[in-house]
């Protein structure tokens, strides 16, 4: 187990509360923080005693993805292996037994965003918004994020958000039924708090049977099994450091 503070868990009786805590870098995900989160879901996933948990991200971003800065120190061996644990990262949160739910505090940002979209539910401030720089840095999104996205919104909307580079707006999560609500950042803390209690009101066996029986119809994870080969082949092909900085971390 890692002692890095970069994801915080916190529990409150049934509810755990996870933070991404690396504020000065937007949240983005570098290899300690990778390894944290790693452990946190280890922890989740052998607690009983938890029904819910709760994602956020602290300061005014919910998370930049990945950090560019440590990315492009990386070879393509190195990167094809951290790939390949993100992609089994946002599985392993996304099938957790407990309801998961995201509290997107600000903006959220390729892998990042992938990661808030993997939640079974979701709220947002209205400053957040999201964004898929992948493509314009020579590398496809990963962490599972074709499959996550294709599940939520079709491949085909996927498809074009990422070769456009779309902004999603507020107004087009909800539209899209991406979030259940998006409200002032200093109402986001509440909204979610009366999420968690709707929850909790009801039977966490049903909650959790629920999900099991929706991952039938749900991501198709082994249709991106070669993403962490494309995103290693990507950076060994564009050199180190060279990335167009965009809404990602550096």
Not at 3 to 25: F, I, N, Q, Y
Request: aromatic share 6%; glycine share 10%; with cysteine.
């Amino acid at each position: 187990m890692t002692t890095d503070e970069s994801v915080r868990l916190d529990r409150d009786g049934r509810v755990a509360r996870v933070t991404l805590h690396r504020p000065h870098r937007r949240n983005s995900f570098d290899l300690a923080m990778l390894a944290r989160f790693e452990d946190v879901l280890h922890e989740l996933g052998r607690d009983d005693g938890t029904d819910v948990v709760v994602l956020t991200g602290a300061g005014t971003a919910f998370c930049a993805g990945t950090d560019l800065r440590e990315l492009a120190t990386l070879d393509a061996a190195t990167t094809t292996a951290v790939q390949r644990r993100t992609a089994e990262l946002v599985e392993r949160w996304y099938r957790l037994d407990q309801t998961t739910v995201t509290l997107f505090n600000g903006p959220a940002i390729g892998s990042g965003a992938v990661l808030g979209l993997a939640a079974d539910l979701r709220v947002a401030s209205d400053t957040c918004h999201l964004t898929f720089p992948e493509v314009t840095f020579g590398i496809p999104l990963t962490w599972s994020g074709m499959a996550i996205l294709a599940d939520l919104v079709g491949a085909d909307r996927a498809k074009r958000w990422l070769l456009l580079e779309e902004r999603i707006e507020p107004s087009d999560l909800l539209r899209h039924d991406l979030v259940t609500a998006c409200v002032p950042p200093d109402g986001l803390a509440a909204a979610g708090e009366r999420l968690v209690e709707r929850l909790l009101a009801t039977s966490p066996v049903a909650r959790s049977m629920t999900k099991r029986t929706a991952r039938l119809a749900g991501p198709r994870f082994d249709a991106v099994a070669t993403d962490s080969y494309l995103a290693g082949l990507g950076v060994a092909l564009r050199g180190a450091g060279d990335y167009r900085i965009g809404g990602g971390a550096r």
